[in-house]
């Protein structure tokens, strides 16, 4: 049998503990739009009156927190209320609103300045604050969303970056357990609330994988973490992937009648269809990020989308992963952006993401982030330009460098493009910096026929022929990168001749049509015809 992983850590505070791993990134209660108790996110978001009252909750939460507190706690929280109380935050947050930011984002970006302010100074007790400051920006997007931060399990060993002086302070380590930071201070109000409360504690220790309820140790004396065997350490900083697309996965054989090796991956909109992966999947093609990213306050959630996205890749283990940014405006809002003159406008997509840089930047750190637990690729929405490509891609290299200040752990995806404008279609070859292209052939049919979405289902099978045409014209400039088609076109035996003879080797389709669409394979040629005996 395998030793135990023993990681070496620094001592915040002595003893030593033992239960099941918390991972603190990892969801722990549904969101504001899964818990039929809470208030639709629309309800819950709101102007600078709704920011008001989330601090005024916010604020009573501490002071509750606070009653029968000792002196040290009570200083903590003390400050906590002082800033919370402060008219600048109010204010640098109600400026970025005049700006037409949403008071999600808007409170977000103005406490994450404040936080890299704090991690950049010099002095270790001032970057201590930066997790106080975080404490506060989480507890108001709770109020706002009406999603309050969740306790865990009494006994389990709290696993995470850092951790919130009130999230400590609200759970009763009377049942034991124990704290293991992959960063953390010594200087830090946690660790002096510990060596106040006896919790062992250690921090330091790196990023490291432990599924949730793993057996944990915490050494408080010697400064270690004892995991069981098959846990490991995540690398701080790793080279770009190859696009999801590029290679045949193992287990994943499928060949034409004549020989030549398909690629079959299924579409996702829900973490949970994960599951439908079999070793006879080449991975994901796509993922719809915004069935799971519902609402305003999910949205502004960078942890929670981290937590979404790894779960996906873990599943998958060694396959690929393509995950498509929030394709929201147009037919498909926001709940809680409803009224941004961005939605107005029409503006779907790419266009949408990169007229409310908020949005796109949060989700781009998540997927950064992400990118070390597998093999992802990211795919842009109703791409129609090359420079949104480009810009696109700058605003993921400039969140690639916070985080590298900052010592998260990430990885630079390769980014790709879904083809669904026919414009965009016609000219492939002038989209140079995309890592690989996708069909959505569901738009792609819409804009091709002139049809809205009412009336598409009538006209689709009239606009056949045109689409398969565009697509072979399309396959042909795209100078040997990595191509897919991801749409409902793709699911349908009826149209996989025509796909064959256009030059796509890479499906994906929904799970319940791969049985249908491998069978159908396996009797075709590579050039459409049916196989001999067929």
Known sequence: MAEPLRLKAKSASPGIASGPAFLAEEPKAPSAAERPDAAPASQAVGGYGALEKAIDISIGELEHLADGADAESRDIIDFQIEVLRDPSIAEATGARMEADENVVFAWVATLDAYIGELEAA????????????????????????????????????????????????????????????????????????????????????????????????????????????????IPPLVPAQEPAGDTQTTGGELRTADGVPILLSININDPAEIDALDPATAGVGLMRSEFSITSVADAANEERQLAIYRRVLEQAGDRPVTIRMLDIGGDKPLAGLEDLPALASGLRGIRLLLARPEIARVQARALLRAAVFGRLSVMLPMVTFPDEIDRMRELFRKEAEKLGRRALSHRMPPIGMMVEVPSAALMLDTFGTAAFFSFGTNDLTQYLAASTRDDIDADAGKAVPAVLRLIAQAVKLTAGKPVSICGDMAGNPHYLPGLLAAGLRHFSVAPARRPAIRSAIIGLNADGTRAAGE
């Open 122 to 233: 010099d002095e270790e007790q001032m970057r201590a604050r930066a997790v106080d400051i975080l404490d506060i920006k989480n507890r108001v997007l709770g109020a706002l969303a009406g999603t309050p931060i969740a306790d865990f399990p009494p006994g389990s060993v709290f696993i995470g970056k850092d951790m919130e002086p009130s999230r400590f302070l609200a759970h009763d380590w009377s049942k034991g357990g124990g704290i293991a930071l992959f960063a953390g201070s010594t200087a830090g109000h946690v660790a002096l609330l510990a060596r106040a409360k006896s919790v062992p504690m250690v921090i330091g220790t790196g990023r490291f994988s432990a599924a949730d309820g793993d057996p944990v140790s915490v050494d408080g004396n010697a400064g270690a973490v004892i995991l069981q065997a098959g846990s490991m350490l």
